[in-house]
């Protein structure tokens, strides 16, 4: 079968109230179009062309990266109106999937089982049953239960308002049928616009046949309208991803506070995710990690065994095996930490790559720097990397142990099993196995005494 995707991407959506355009407007990190185009590319073969509109040239170039054909539709007539613009694209002998951009939670089967309704002589229309139908068109059945046509509520009779089953927009026809339908819309309605959901009567005039099919759940067929709808269906997703990931394995203490804005890749086994964590991303996760309450993770690998600590910050970064960070520890871009590695409490690592069993446990400021194996750096050390124009590197060799409130000043290199004494300022490269130190010399003042007030 071959297929093409329309996304109708160009209302405006004005109860946003925003200067985004609203498909641009972002669930779980991505726009809501990005997910839309998503599920349409993992349509075999589909061929997807997005309508925009509104907002202009934002969207296309928002998303240029998306693998689809954009097509503007430069004054938004309807939703009929829409899928003319694409008429010359559209091949007899295709199936044509109509999808909208402000509908993202939509599930693969649910369009599998949509796109099975189309034959020579049927479509296939999404619908669902609402509680509060008000503001959908209406799916009116004649007396055997067949579909015999949609009427938006504008236009509808207080009989045919009073039905709960609703259009969700969401169909699946042949092309050459399709195009030829298009041709005849015509906008003589309460609202003047051409009405995609026409195509129904005609159809159904023509002697074909209408198939539903209803999604697992209403959530599905939502569309964001407005901010409380984009939090709820953020919400929805958040709660599907924390089913997701339970199935996996992972031991969520409340799926109802996980939040996940990408993908984990990879996955190994009892991993444990307190609550309030952000992943957002690529993550990879090794077997047995556990991730601390309120930790923020983006575009990282962590490895077997290894433990972050509650309120950590990791982005770009890479945690080796059996590593500890945290509490309250930043992992900014090209950390790269090996296994058995310790970072504690106000450490923040940049473009570093730090070796096995090195410890950095407290208060530091470790950027651009090569950290050997078994390194022990102390509390308050920060390399001063920057002269305010250009960066360098700092290298501390295996084995070194680098005193509290040290400055290393970039470029220099500690050498292996060096110490360099608390409370110095490294300014030149310091010697494999010695003691450096520049710090000045202590002196206790003899017969000293404290300054007493002055009686007058
Ligand atoms: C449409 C359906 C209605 C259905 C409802 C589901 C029609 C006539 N009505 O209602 O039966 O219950 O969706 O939400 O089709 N769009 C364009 N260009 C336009 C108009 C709309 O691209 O000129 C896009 C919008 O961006 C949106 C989608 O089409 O993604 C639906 O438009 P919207 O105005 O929300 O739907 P209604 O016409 O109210
Ligand atoms: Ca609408």
Redesign the pocket.
């Known amino acids: 079968m071959k297929l093409k995707t329309i996304?109708?991407?160009?209302?405006?959506?004005t109860r946003m109230r925003s200067a985004i355009p609203?498909?641009l407007h972002t669930l779980a990190g991505r726009p809501l179009l990005g997910h839309v185009c998503a599920l349409s590319r993992r349509l075999a073969d589909s061929d997807t062309i997005v309508?925009?509109?509104?907002g202009g040239e934002q969207v296309p170039t928002r998303l240029a990266h998306l693998d689809v054909r954009w097509v503007e539709?430069k004054?938004?007539?309807?939703?009929?109106?829409?899928v003319m613009q694409v008429v010359p694209e559209i091949d007899d002998d295709e199936t044509v999937l109509i999808l909208?951009?402000?509908?993202p939670l939509l599930r693969d089967e649910t369009v599998h089982a949509l796109l099975q309704c189309v034959g020579e002589r049927s479509l296939g229309l999404l619908t669902v049953r609402l509680v509060d139908p008000a503001?959908?068109?209406?799916i009116v059945r004649g007396p055997a239960g067949a579909v015999a046509r949609?009427v938006?509520?504008k236009d509808a009779s207080d009989t045919e308002r009073a039905i709960d089953e609703?259009?969700?927009?969401i169909l699946a026809v042949n092309g050459a049928q399709l195009k030829a339908w298009l041709a005849r819309l015509d906008n003589s309605?309460a609202?003047g616009?051409?009405?995609?959901?026409?195509i129904i009567a005609m159809a159904v005039d023509e002697g074909l046949s209408v198939r539903t099919v209803q999604p697992g759940d209403a959530d599905e067929?939502l569309?964001i309208?407005d901010r409380r709808q984009l939090a709820h269906l953020e919400r929805v997703y958040q709660r599907r991803q924390a089913e997701s990931m339970m199935e996996r394995g992972v031991t969520l203490l409340d799926p109802a506070r996980f939040d996940l804005r990408g993908t984990v890749l990879e996955l190994g086994e009892d991993v444990e995710i307190d609550v309030n964590v952000v992943l957002e991303g690529d993550i990879r996760l090794g077997s047995r990690v556990r991730i601390g309450a309120n930790s923020v993770i983006r575009n990282a690998s962590i490895g077997d065994d290894a433990a972050i600590l509650p309120h950590c910050v990791i982005d770009d970064a890479e945690v080796g095996a059996f590593s500890r960070i945290g509490p309250f520890a930043r992992l900014r871009p090209e950390a790269r930490l090996s296994d058995h590695v310790h970072v504690g409490n106000f450490v923040e690592i940049k473009k570093t790559a730090v070796a096995q069993g090195s410890k950095i446990n407290h208060l530091s400021y470790i950027g651009d720097t090569i950290v050997g194996t078994g390194v022990n750096i102390g509390a308050g050390t920060i390399t001063c990397n920057y002269d305010g124009a250009n960066k360098f590197q700092t290298i501390i060799e295996d084995g070194a142990f680098i005193g509290s409130d040290t400055q290393l000043v970039a470029p220099v290199r500690i050498g292996k099993n060096a110490t360099i004494g608390a409370g110095s300022t490294i300014t030149r490269d310091a010697p494999e196995d010695g003691l450096t130190l520049s710090r000045s010399k202590q002196i206790s003042a003899e017969g000293w005494r404290r300054p007493e007030k002055i009686k007058r």
């Open positions: 996304i109708l991407a160009a209302g405006q959506g609203k498909v309508i925009y509109g509104h539709q004054q938004q007539l309807g939703t009929g109106h829409a909208y951009g402000d509908v503001g959908y068109g209406r949609i938006e509520e609703i259009n969700t927009g309605n609202q616009e051409y009405y995609l959901t026409d067929v569309g309208n």
